[in-house]
T-cell receptor, first 112, second 112 residues
Framework: DQQVKQNSPSLSVQEGRISILNCDYTNSMFDYFLWYKKYPAEGPTFLISISSIKDKNEDGRFTVFLNKSAKHLSLHIVPSQPGDSAVYFCAASGSNDYKLSFGAGTTVTVRA | EAQVTQNPRYLITVTGKKLTVTCSQN?????MSWYRQDPGLGLRQIYY???????DKGDVPEGYKVSRKEKRNFPLILESPSPNQTSLYFC???????????FGPGTRLTVL
């Protein structure tokens, strides 16, 4: 049973507009959350993270929001660029558990 | 160059023929882990290691073995591969399970 869920398999957005990717989790012991980006034929690469003591973390065009009460986080990409077309994975872990759980991924396509 | 390497990158084998996929990192990371990526399921953790000689099961450990005799190496062993182990495998390393993970390029395994 997956503890991290990305319910939107795909997202199409126009270049320059905002991309919003969503992620839900079920394990209330998770306190670290990360987003990874993956291009075809490559390994995932780290994008941005947030710990449960914060509700927002920003890095350039990327912002992650965490809503602990709803067990929900989102990744905002503004503005979206063609190079952002990739698969995005949400991941979560707990400080008392050495496992790392990933979601199924969301494929983002940025249209020119 | 800081990197995680995996070998082989592609492997086609037959049911029951033991195989090993090697993983090596040059960043002196303590945490290493193996994942498999399957359509619709995202990345699922197979095994992880917190340090030398310390390993534990992830979410899908059945049919796999690992060892961590040296800090830099974390091989994945399939003693008797079966067709349901046909997948894309990634090795990753990081300073801890809740920090950024660096992924290898992946190993595409087909078991006939």
């Amino acid at each position: 049973d997956q503890q991290v869920k990305q319910n939107s398999p795909s997202l199409s957005v126009q270049e320059g507009r905002i991309s919003i990717l969503n992620c839900d989790y079920t394990n209330s012991m998770f306190d670290y959350f990360l987003w990874y980006k993956k291009y075809p034929a490559e390994g995932p690469t780290f994008l941005i993270s947030i710990s449960s003591i914060k509700d927002k973390n920003e890095d350039g065009r990327f912002t992650v929001f965490l809503n602990k009460s709803a067990k929900h986080l989102s990744l905002h990409i503004v503005p979206s660029q063609p190079g952002d077309s990739a698969v995005y994975f949400c991941a979560a872990s707990g400080s008392n558990d050495y496992k790392l759980s990933f979601g199924a991924g969301t494929t983002v396509t940025v249209r020119a | 160059e800081a990197q995680v390497t995996q070998n082989p990158r592609y492997l086609i084998t037959v049911t029951g023929k033991k195989l090993t996929v090697t993983c090596s990192q040059n960043m002196n990371h303590e945490y290493m882990s193996w994942y498999r990526q399957d359509p619709g399921l995202g990345l699922r953790q197979i095994y992880y290691s917190m340090n030398v000689e310390v390993t534990d099961k992830g979410d899908v450990p059945e049919g796999y073995k690992v060892s961590r005799k040296e800090k830099r190496n974390f091989p994945l062993i399939l003693e008797s591969p079966s067709p349901n182990q046909t997948s894309l495998y990634f090795c990753a390393s990081g300073t801890s399970h809740y920090n950024e993970q660096f992924f290898g390029p992946g190993t595409r395994l087909t078991v006939l």
